[in-house]
């Protein structure tokens, strides 16, 4: 039994892993992105969003600098917890930005 737990843990864990999504960066105000991701836990949520932002912003010589997540538990309906991050790019090593809004708010309403 204690062999049989070794070798399923690992496999149920990369299946876990992989049941992760990510939305497309989209840019909603000047110098300000906006990402979301889907997954089983909040911090597998959050995990993806924070690395689809810090790659955009290497993609661009920057780095990621996070002005808020959102997230949103496991619901039975949807079957993933959701993490939304909206971020800046800043220049490499520039302290992390406060109060820092962007100037457009996106809304997606469902009925």
């Not at 909603?28 to 810090?54: H, L, N, Q, W, Y």
Request: aromatic share 4%; charged share 15%; proline share 7%.
């Amino acid at each position: 039994m204690r062999l049989c737990l070794s070798v399923l843990a690992p496999v149920i864990a990369l299946a876990l892993a992989g049941c992760t999504t990510t939305s497309r960066v989209l840019e909603i105000g000047p110098g300000t992105f906006r990402v979301s991701a889907e997954a089983m836990t909040i911090p597998g949520a959050e995990e993806a969003a924070i690395g689809t932002a810090g790659d955009h912003c290497r993609a661009m010589g920057r780095q990621m600098a996070s002005q808020g997540i959102n997230t949103t538990p496991y619901r039975s309906y949807s079957n993933f917890a959701s993490a939304v991050v909206t971020f800046q790019c800043v220049p490499v090593g520039s302290p992390p930005a406060r109060g820092v809004a962007p100037d457009v708010v996106i809304e997606h309403r469902t009925q």
